[in-house]
């Protein structure tokens, strides 16, 4: 069983900064995705294991930071400059092979139980 232990959420500001974390019970492929109210579950950022290649959602690009520590098992979001609009549940997810295509939430098996993240204008 797969565990994924997400931290790092609350109420902020317009411009302020948040860092998540995710845990894992072992090595996984990564990403983070966001849901907003009555909206779907949209694909945010992820990291490979072997290279740290990068990969952002428009939105968030230029804004935010995924970097992982292997030796933790352990994924970060950094998000600057946020807006209202980044506002929603922030979820991790897994897998165990890199995901194909990575910025569809069915591509991932485990997820963890989200943290809200709340930007107030």
């Known amino acids: 069983q797969v565990h994924l232990v997400e931290s790092g959420g609350g109420l902020v500001q317009a411009g302020d900064s948040l860092r998540l974390s995710c845990t894992a019970s072992?090595?996984?492929?990564m990403a983070w995705f966001r849901q907003a109210p009555g909206k779907e579950r949209d694909f945010v950022a992820t990291?490979?294991?072997?290279?740290?290649?990068?990969y952002y959602a428009n939105s968030v690009e230029g804004r935010s930071t995924i970097s992982r520590d292997n030796a933790k098992n352990t994924v970060y979001l950094q998000l600057d400059m946020l807006r209202p609009e980044d506002t929603g549940v922030y979820y991790c997810?897994?897998?165990?092979?890199?995901?194909?295509?990575?910025?569809?939430?069915?591509?991932?098996?485990?997820w963890g139980q989200g943290t809200q993240v709340t930007v107030s204008s």
């Open positions: 072992g090595r996984y492929y």
């Open positions: 990291i490979t294991w072997s290279s740290g290649s990068t």
């Open positions: 997810a897994a897998s165990a092979a890199f995901p194909h295509p990575y910025t569809s939430p069915r591509e991932y098996i485990y």
